[in-house]
């Protein structure tokens, strides 16, 4: 049986273990508990709990104790999320002290700022540390590199009482978007995660008000995001570059990119302008050079096309330069058409060329990589001609963004169940007609799998393998140029289209 006041002891002294708040905090933090879960006094406890008792079983005993007492109404995992934040908001500083603090460390040392705002939001159970854990990991080899392959498991999937209540409650429209800075400290709803937790510290890029924060659902090491304080589309242009520059200039230790501008070969959130940047290297990064060139006027900075499955142009030398190149390399993309290579920039005066930008710093250097991207379709290729074909979709289906074009594949969840089955069927070389219908879409895949592998000494990793190989392709699809004799001689004719325009 819960005792509730030893589990508010917990997480006080967890919170203090952790430096959310200090010992003169407590008897202030300890009421504002018991006014959440409406208790009248204060019972001492005998013994002063462990401050290292993890935080995912002191909220889950409390809220156990919370949902038989009455003191929040639903069983579902969005409704103990949004109570369950309001219980950690008690132990999480007001913005005002949260950037105070932050500046002052980052007066100090930039990357100490840095790694206290990203321990803060793990402590504070703003990025749930337990669920991140729970999405596999692991690398595959490729010819470009070794890549990350993950499967997300970390957004629980809506509960369908969930689904049922939303159908009954109005649309909202506040916040716009869950990029918007009025996430900071809402409560949440039923269509709204809670955020109560949730902070941001405000930075200037190019004399211009955006936010830095770190996502919740972290893909990679110190994974942020910096967003426009206003609710405006993402939008590709000179001024996207400078704030990509301006923003390593104040963040050295971390790199930063852009989703493209269009559909399809855009990220998931268009509707809201913002960046994802971290600290983590990337197969993309180690990538080496397939040739270099120059151009005239710029004698002194180092541009190459680089060895990757997506086709990217690496740009590296001095702020201005490293801006006033990628400027010029985007803006001759955007209006450039290739028809041996099927590259078309715009179709009934609807633009198809855009490019993901990912900048970084090398010491005293800028390093900027320009991937080209293309969104049209075609009856052949209905989903996107630049876009993972459908005998791909088993895998991927949906747009490569930003962390997939550096070489991390975020996969969907279903695969986690699928991978086991289908190890399983291997194993028993169970026949078609037994399959489970809805695994028919991997049939295919898994035959030619095994027709190259007389022996399976270990199924399970042989599937890892392979779905590496899978996304190596995926992230071929989507590349303009493709790794082809006649794809590398198109991108020379591109290369050839700046040169000569630079002249």
Aim: glycine share 4%.
């Amino acid at each position: 049986m819960v005792n509730i006041y030893e589990e508010i002891e917990a997480l006080i002294q967890y919170a203090l273990h952790h430096h959310l708040i200090e010992k003169e905090d407590v008897i202030y933090t300890r009421n504002r508990l018991l006014a959440l879960l409406k208790l009248d006094e204060w019972k001492q406890v005998g013994v002063t709990p462990s401050s290292d008792r993890p935080l995912v079983s002191i909220l889950q005993h409390i809220m156990n104790w919370a949902e038989a007492h009455g003191r929040f109404a639903g069983k579902t995992v969005t409704e103990r999320d949004l109570f369950d934040t309001e219980i950690m908001n008690c132990f999480v500083a007001r913005p005002s002290t949260i950037i105070q603090t932050f500046y002052e460390k980052y007066k100090r040392n930039k990357q100490e700022a840095t790694t206290w705002f990203y321990e803060l939001s793990q402590a504070s159970n703003y990025i749930r540390v337990d669920r991140v854990m729970k999405n596999r990991r692991w690398k595959v080899r490729t010819k470009y590199g070794d890549m990350d392959i993950t499967i997300n498991l970390s957004k629980p999937e809506k509960d369908p009482r969930d689904i049922a209540r939303m159908k009954e409650t109005k649309e909202q429209h506040y916040p716009s978007c869950l990029l918007c800075i009025e996430n900071e400290g809402y409560a949440g709803t039923i269509r709204h995660p809670a955020r109560a937790n949730h902070r941001i510290i405000p930075i200037e890029l190019c004399g211009e008000r955006w936010f830095f924060q770190y996502s919740p659902y972290v893909y990679y090491n110190e994974h942020c995001i910096v967003l426009r304080d206003k609710h405006v589309p993402m939008k590709m242009e000179r001024k996207t570059f400078e704030r990509l520059l301006d923003f390593v200039d104040q963040f050295p230790h971390y790199f930063i990119g852009s989703n493209a501008d269009l559909p399809i070969v855009g990220g998931s959130i268009l509707s809201h302008d913002h960046f994802q940047g971290g600290k983590y290297t990337f197969a993309i990064e180690k990538a080496s050079s397939d040739f270099s060139f120059t151009l005239p006027a710029y004698p002194h900075v180092q541009m190459s096309v680089i060895r990757w499955p997506m086709s990217v142009i690496r740009i590296r030398g001095t702020k201005q330069d490293v801006l006033e190149l990628s400027d010029f390399i985007y803006k001759e993309w955007k209006k450039y058409s290739d028809p041996k290579a099927n590259i078309y920039a715009q179709t009934n005066d609807v633009p198809h060329n855009t490019v993901t930008p990912i900048a970084r710093r090398r010491e005293e250097l800028y390093e900027m990589d320009i991937v080209l991207r293309n969104n049209r379709t075609s009856e052949q290729y209905p989903y996107g001609i630049f876009h993972p074909h459908e005998e791909l979709h088993h895998i991927k289906k949906e747009n490569i963004g930003l962390i997939e074009v550096m070489g991390l594949a975020v996969l969907p969840s279903r695969l986690a169940n699928e991978l086991e089955t289908i190890a399983t069927y291997m194993k028993n070389n169970t026949r078609r007609e037994q399959w489970d219908s809805s695994l028919l879409k991997h049939w295919e895949w898994v035959q030619e799998i095994m027709e190259r592998h007389a022996i399976i000494d270990d199924v399970h990793e042989l599937l890892k393998e392979e779905v590496g190989k899978r996304f190596e392709q995926v992230l071929e699809h989507a590349g303009v140029f493709k790794r082809t004799e006649e794809g590398k001689e198109a991108f020379h004719r591109f290369i050839r289209h700046i040169q000569e325009q630079y002249r």
